[in-house]
């Protein structure tokens, strides 16, 4: 399995109830709350050269937002180019592992505050296989 192919929600190997208490729950702060998020990918994201590092879930979830944009005349950021622009973020930030289970529970999290942020039926095939 190649790690350039992109977001793939079938990629993300966090156990279900795992990521729905972080669905459901409260936003701590704590950048390891977030499934797919241990030490090591915290200490990644905290020394970014070049760049303010992300120290907690409330700066992950603002540049999952920043990475809305920008829209233009002729191109809206959609959920999928969206998505796909997060989990690029994430490995050009070092993040070698998991990339797909924080894309989505980031944006699974934040589409329950801002519904039509992450359209999951986008990624739903006909056999729709979890992995």
């Known amino acids: 399995m190649g790690d350039n192919q992109g977001y793939d929600p079938k990629r993300s190997r966090v156990n279900d109830d795992t990521m729905m208490d972080f669905i459901r729950g409260s936003v701590t702060g704590d950048i390891t709350e977030v499934p797919g998020i241990g030490p090591a990918a915290a200490k990644k994201l905290a020394n970014v050269e070049g760049e303010e590092g992300i120290t907690n879930t409330y700066q992950l979830i603002g540049k999952f937002l920043m990475l809305k944009g920008p829209d ?37 999290k934040v589409n329950g505050l801002l519904p039509g942020v992450y359209d999951p039926d986008l990624y739903e095939d006909e056999d729709d296989e979890e992995e």
């Open 72 to 108: 233009t005349d002729t191109n809206k950021v959609e959920s999928f180019e969206h998505c796909e622009k997060f989990w690029y973020w994430l490995q050009a930030m070092g993040i070698s592992a998991h990339r797909s289970a924080i894309v989505k529970a980031i944006a699974q």
